[in-house]
C-alpha cells in the first residue's frame, strides 16, 4: 500500500512538472489487483547517505590530485563538487531515504509496456529513470518477453522524450495513424454533429 501511495505521489508530481491529468492512487490498485502481469517499479535513494558517500569520494580524489596531477581525477573531482553542492538542499528537505522515481510495466502475451513513468523534479540529476528502464527490460526479457514498448514519441523526434528513449536503441514501429470508418454514412453524420453540442452540455454539468 506504501509503495502505490509513493508512485501515486510521484505521478503527481509529474503532472505538475508536464501539465497533464494522469491517474489515481485508486486507478494504480486496480490495475494491479486486476492484472497478474502488471509490476510497479520504485527507485529510492538516502540523500545523507549519498553525501557521506560524495564526501568519502571527495577525499580519495583529493588525495590522488596532491601526489602528482592527474586531469581525469581532476574533472571527477569537479564533478563531486557540483553534486555536493546539489545535494545540500535535498538532504535538508529528504533527511531520509525516499521514492525518487517509479514506472508502472504490464504484459501481455509476449510483449511487456510500460504504462506510466514519473520522477521527482528534486532528484532529477540523478536521472533514476536510466536505471529504472533498465531493470523493466531484464525483467520483461528474464520472462521471455520479445518486445518491451516504451511508448510513443514524436514525428520529428526533436522533443525531450525522444532524446532520452533514443538512449536504449529503440526499435519505433510507425502506424498509419487514427481514423474513422462510417458503417452508417447517415447515423456517421448525425453522430458528428450532436458530438459537440453533447460535449458542450457536459461541460456546463461540470
Known sequence: MRKRQEFAQIMHMTEERKKVHLRTEDYFRLLLQTYPTAHLYLAYVDPLQRKKELLQKKKELEAIIA?????????????????????????EKYPHKTAIAGGMMIGYGKEYEMLYAGSNDDFMNFRPQYLLYARQFQDAFDNRAEFVTMGGVD?????????????????????????????????????MKAMPMAKKMLKKKA
Open 155 to 191: 514525428g520529428d523526434f526533436q522533443d525531450g522524450l525522444s532524446e532520452f528513449k533514443s538512449n536504449f536503441a529503440p526499435y519505433i514501429r510507425e502506424y498509419i495513424g487514427e481514423f474513422d470508418l462510417p458503417v452508417h454514412r447517415v447515423l456517421y453524420a448525425l453522430s
Open 67 to 91: 601526489q602528482k596531477p592527474n586531469k581525469k581525477a581532476e574533472h571527477e573531482l569537479l564533478q563531486n563538487q557540483e553534486e555536493l553542492t546539489s545535494i545540500q538542499k535535498v538532504c
